[in-house]
């Protein structure tokens, strides 16, 4: 049976520019739009011109994109005609393929926000979508508040839509404005709206307040609707809009919407998403969100030593679908909650073939949880899991002994009478049997004591000379009897590539030493550095 066509629409420039925090630069407006062309998206909208001059200045560029790239805006005002409305205009001058309109559906929102009658709305709807479309636009009309509206009185958000539809609007759009629909909710409307417009000219715009704007979306298709609004990894405003990143490998890899549908995003595409979504965290500076599904570090990490020993024979096992799909990786961590077979994934990954058998396994195992009671968490710890490996099984060399360190935080005034306060750290590190002392001046003791270890190696300064520290968290944990302080340290080379090293100590400086320790010696195993 032929496929039915289910078309994508990306607000990530317009509603997700809507998030608190967010701000695009044109600049970053470009690389997400031409990201999203690559990812195959159907519709791009790119944000709102008229409204500032970052979005007039993109809508004022040509462009070179597969994509229908749209502009964003309000319906003509109330008592105005379209060509007596700036905003209108905007729009109609905006270098876009589509308009897509911001139209009021739910009566209420007429009478108190926009203080007009329903009449007036419906005739600033017609008059928009007929403007638009005698420039040559494909329109869409995204009718706000549609959910709520029909609830309400179905018959007003019904004719909203229809006027829509019927002044030549190519997608009329249902928004959970507000986000509160429950997705039974969802499906019982789009299905009585579909039995008035045609499914595959309905679109759904759900936001996330009870988290299930990606439920209410899928729950919108099964009741007819065929375009999906959304944004990636979910941004927009307040809680967010439905994740584009969580629906598009639905829709590709789950047999229900994989077999009735077929969208723009190809195979070779789907493996880009989980690179797209990290770069756009990237470029906003936000963490990514490591239990993502489908695309975070963790959608296919498995802890337990029961499941990575089931995955290691076949990883469907504990697995819903391939992580290689979405351009993920599987990752089996070693922890105290392993097993032998969580060890032996951790070193094949990293090169190590031991026989499972090997007494040095259990060894290691038992070392791990161990150290695990004391308060170290090797499952975030990637590298420093390796060099104790490396050290059972007899292959770290001694590269270098720490045979002192100071630590000095003073508070001062400087040559402008300010108080400061600096960190002085000195170092006495033994390599190959000549003593050198090295000083370094931080803007805390770790940052003077990481400058000063790593100022003068001798012969392995040229390995670590590429070496940056890209992150440092401290956490106080009640191990055993004593309080004691786990610093986890993630470090990155000139290659890019990064590591985390993890040190546990009752003071701070001593467990950020280790994690420091372990993150040179590391980098000296890494460019396969000899003793
Ligand atoms: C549900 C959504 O996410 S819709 C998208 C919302 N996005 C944004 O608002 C971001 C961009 N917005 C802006 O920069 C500004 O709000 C602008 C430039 C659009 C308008 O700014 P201003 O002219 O100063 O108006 P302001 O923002 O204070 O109020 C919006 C006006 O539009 C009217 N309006 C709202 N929706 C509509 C609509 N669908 N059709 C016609 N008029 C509308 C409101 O009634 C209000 O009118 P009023 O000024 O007579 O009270
Ligand atoms: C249009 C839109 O963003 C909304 O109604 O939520």
Redesign the pocket.
């Known amino acids: 049976m032929a496929r039915e066509r289910l078309y994508l629409f990306d607000t990530t420039l317009?509603?997700g520019a809507?998030t608190n925090g967010v701000d695009f630069t044109l600049d970053d407006k470009l690389v997400v739009a031409k990201m999203l062309d690559d990812l195959g998206i159907d519709y791009v909208e790119g944000g709102?011109p008229?409204?500032?001059p970052t979005d007039t200045d993109l809508f004022a560029q040509d462009r070179d994109l597969n994509t229908t790239f749209t502009a964003?805006?309000?319906?003509?005002?109330?008592g105005r005609s379209v060509s007596n409305d700036p905003?209108v205009a905007a729009l109609l001058d905006a270098k876009a393929d589509a308009i897509c309109?911001?139209?009021?559906s739910w009566d209420y929102h007429v009478r108190v926000?926009?203080?007009t009658t329903p009449e007036e709305?419906l005739a600033?709807i017609r008059d928009s979508v007929t403007a638009a479309k005698t420039k040559g636009r494909e329109v869409l009309v995204?009718c706000?508040h549609f959910f709520d509206g029909y609830k309400a009185n179905p018959d007003y958000a019904l004719s909203c839509a229809k006027a829509a539809y019927e002044s030549g609007a190519r997608w009329v759009v249902l928004?959970d404005?507000n986000g509160g629909t429950l997705p039974h909710e969802i499906e019982e409307i789009v299905g009585a709206v579909t039995t008035v417009i045609p499914g595959d000219h309905v679109g759904i715009h759900a936001h996330n307040d009870t988290e299930q704007a990606v439920a209410n979306s899928l729950a919108a298709v099964r009741a007819g609707a065929r375009q999906i609004q959304g944004t990636l990894n979910g941004l927009g405003?307040r809680c967010g809009n439905a994740n584009l990143v969580s629906i598009i490998p639905t829709l590709k890899l789950k047999g229900e919407f994989n077999s009735r549908f077929e969208i723009s995003v190809s195979d070779d595409q789907l493996k880009a998403l989980a690179a797209a979504s990290r770069k756009l965290d990237d470029m906003l500076n936000r963490a990514p969100n490591r239990h993502a599904p489908y695309v975070g570090d963790s959608a296919f990490a498995t802890k337990a030593g029961i499941h990575a020993s089931a995955i290691l024979k076949d990883p469907v096992t504990y697995e819903h679908v391939a992580p290689e799909a979405v351009g993920n990786r599987r990752r089996v961590l070693v922890s105290d909650q392993g097993g032998r077979s969580n060890v032996m994934s951790e070193l094949e990954r990293i090169g190590m073939s031991v026989d499972k058998n090997d007494p040095r396994i259990a060894r290691l195992l038992e070392e791990v949880k161990e150290r695990e009671a004391l308060g170290y968490a090797y499952e975030g710890a990637d590298a420093s899991f390796e060099l104790l490996a490396r050290r059972i099984l007899g292959k770290v060399p001694d590269y270098f002994d720490v045979e002192q360190f100071d630590v000095n935080v003073e508070q001062r005034y400087n040559a402008l009478g300010k108080r400061v306060t600096v960190a002085m750290a000195v170092v006495k590190v033994k390599v190959d049997g000549q003593t050198l002392i090295s000083a370094g001046e931080g803007n805390g003791p770790v940052n003077a004591l990481d400058v000063a270890l790593r100022k003068d190696l001798g012969k392995y300064q040229k390995f670590i000379d590429g070496l940056k520290l890209t992150d440092y968290r401290v956490r106080i944990l009640n191990a055993g009897t004593e309080a004691v302080t786990r610093v986890l340290i993630e470090s990155e080379d000139e290659e890019g590539e990064r590591w985390t090293t993890v040190g546990v100590s009752p003071n701070v400086i001593e467990s950020s030493f280790q994690a420091l320790m372990d993150s040179v010696v590391f980098k000296l195993v890494k460019s396969g550095a000899t003793a």
Do not use: H, I
């Not at 964003?72 to 109330?78: D, V």
């Not at 309109?101 to 009021?104: E, S």
């Open positions: 317009r509603d809507q709102y008229g409204a500032n964003f805006g309000m319906t003509r005002r109330p905003g309109f911001v139209a009021k926000a926009l203080e709305n600033s995204d706000e928004c404005t405003e």
